[in-house]
């Protein structure tokens, strides 16, 4: 008999016993096998999420305030191996029912608004795009609300506000838009538009997708065209750019990709303009959100310094009364107060009833508009009062006295309607009535010289005080300049000096100024996934014992 022969028969004979070791063998080795590479399998499952949340988006651009839509085509115009997507992302509530009293609510969502082009970057699973009119939900929402195809149902969204709602100027009202909207489509769990998010999670969010087109018309970001009823156009406006990368997710493409983001950059992407006053031959830095915000405020300034361009400094504020101390029954309602640095304001000229260089703390100029409302000369102290803005958004008054230094007439500088940056509702108005309120008027107290100075100057300041007085009284925390004036040279034009300052501002405007920085956030999701802990050896760790009776089991059965 052969060695092989002896094996083959020995292992027949003793068949049970060697079953019985083969048998522990495998369940020992499936046990450790699986101790060991459940680590890797819990990282590798993670990483997988994080692909099919975001599909084909690589990087993201989001900012703290709306852009121009047509920023995204002029990227992809330039850079076409890229794809640039847009689209507006905001949070929803999403009602179903016959009548509002029996509809059942689903809160916090996500609403996105996208095209064709966000559309495609998406694991949708052959879904089509949400047309006007039509909503595709995740099956998340659907199961909350127990909603199917077909489904009509109310998404509410707020529309946003150009000037902060807790600025004094500001809706103190939430203002919101209703859409009603026909279900075309539920995403399943295993898609990644069900999935979508930005912030890594493994919790399946509240996720609803309409056409960017409707998002946009509804909340007021649409395209709108100069017409007599809206003499100012407007860009369409969005605050998410979607791009696909071809799959680059390194942390320094997304630095180049910020600096390809930053040369296309216009004024209207930070909400910001450089408004010509030709009657007075100065260009006017304005922010749609009223005030400068201070980083960029500081950037322009330095900037004009620099360049030898003469700047002033302006700071704006709506006093809600103003009287004269000694006789209190002569006052004025509601009209605009300007800090201003008179030392910065070479070529514009106050004619007053005294010379001053220099309004000091306590100190105030008034037009002659004001000056015979209240029966007041040099000399003579004035009260104003005022809102500030508390918590929660309240509104409390305080009240604050000046000296009269000098009377200016209604006249060259005092006559500026450009002290003002342009806030719809205030600034167009022609009457009181016509005003947007920000808070509610004393209507009874507007007397008829009121009414006749908004109609004929409209919100031309009737004081001025120092700008540094101004910033102590009335600096919030979105600024402390509502603009900043820029003085062309002899031999130079508004319009040269506005191409010229534009590009300076836009050179010299960081991604930390602007917010609008590229965010490698594929590249964040799979470092997420990873995780801070070593999962292989914390699932070894937890294994250790299984491992070691394993083992014993192995060598007991040998």
């Not at 990368?245 to 983001?261: I, K, S, V, Y």
């Amino acid at each position: 008999m052969t060695r092989l022969q002896l094996l083959i028969a020995n292992a027949l004979h003793y068949w049970r016993t060697n079953l019985a070791v083969l048998l522990g063998v495998a369940a020992a080795t499936a046990v450790i096998g699986g101790a060991l590479i459940v680590g890797d399998s819990v990282r590798a499952s993670l990483r997988q999420m994080s692909l099919d949340r975001l599909g084909q988006i690589d990087h993201l651009v989001t900012g703290p305030r709306f852009f121009q839509e047509e920023l995204a085509t002029s990227l992809q115009a330039d850079h076409a191996d890229t794809t640039w997507a847009p689209a507006i992302v905001m949070q929803g509530t999403l009602e179903f029912g016959e009548s509002r009293d029996s509809a059942v609510r689903a809160g916090h969502l996500q609403v996105y608004g996208v095209d064709e082009r966000a559309w495609d970057l998406l694991d949708h699973h052959d879904l089509n795009p949400p047309q006007p009119g039509e909503l595709v939900i995740n099956r998340r929402v659907a199961d909350q609300l127990q909603l199917s195809v077909g489904a009509t149902v109310t998404l509410i969204v707020e529309i946003p506000a150009s000037i902060p709602r807790d600025a004094l100027l500001g809706d103190r009202e939430e203002i919101v838009t209703a859409l009603d909207l026909t279900v075309t489509g539920i995403a399943e769990d295993a898609t990644g538009l069900s999935r979508l998010g930005f912030n890594p999670t493994q919790q399946l969010p509240l996720n609803v997708f309409l056409s960017l087109d409707e998002l946009q018309e509804q909340t007021g970001l649409a395209e709108v065209t100069a017409s007599k009823r809206n003499p100012v156009a407007k860009p369409a406006r969005i605050n998410t750019l979607l791009i696909a990368d071809q799959g680059r997710l390194d942390p320094t493409r997304a630095t180049e990709l910020t600096q390809q983001l930053s040369e296309h950059l216009e004024l209207a992407d930070l909400a910001l303009k450089l408004q010509p006053h030709s009657d007075l031959h100065y260009l006017s830095l304005e922010s749609e959100q009223m005030l400068l915000e201070r980083n960029l405020a500081e950037t322009a300034q330095q900037l004009a310094a620099e360049h030898d361009i003469p700047c002033s400094p302006i700071l704006v504020y709506l006093l809600n009364e103003m009287w004269n101390v000694n006789d209190p029954d002569k006052y004025s309602m509601y009209s605009v107060v300007a800090g201003v640095d008179l030392a910065t304001l070479p070529e514009f000229d106050f004619r007053s009833s005294a010379v001053v260089s220099e309004l000091r703390e306590g100190e105030a100029m008034v037009n002659t508009w004001l000056a015979e409302d209240l029966d007041v000369v040099v000399g003579d102290r004035i009260g104003v009062k005022y809102h500030t803005v508390g918590d929660r958004g309240q509104l409390p008054e305080e009240s604050q006295e000046f000296e009269i230094a000098a009377i200016v007439q209604l006249v060259g500088t005092a006559d500026d309607r450009g002290f003002t940056p342009d806030v719809p509702g205030i600034t167009d108005a022609e009457t009181y009535s016509d005003w947007r309120e920000p808070f509610p008027l004393q209507r009874d107290r507007i007397t008829d010289r009121d009414d006749k100075y908004l109609e004929e100057f409209r919100t031309t300041p009737k004081v001025f005080v120092g700008l540094e007085t101004a910033q102590q009284l009335w600096r919030s925390r979105y600024g402390e300049l509502t603009s900043l004036r820029f003085t062309p040279a002899a031999t130079e034009s508004l319009s040269q000096l506005s191409d010229r300052y534009e590009q300076l501002l836009l050179d010299h405007i960081t991604p930390d100024i602007s917010g609008l920085l590229v965010q490698p956030i594929k590249h964040q999701g799979l470092l997420a996934a990873q995780g801070t802990t070593d999962f292989t050896g914390l699932f070894i760790g937890f294994s250790f014992f299984l491992i070691l009776s394993a083992t014993l089991l192995v060598g007991l059965l040998f």
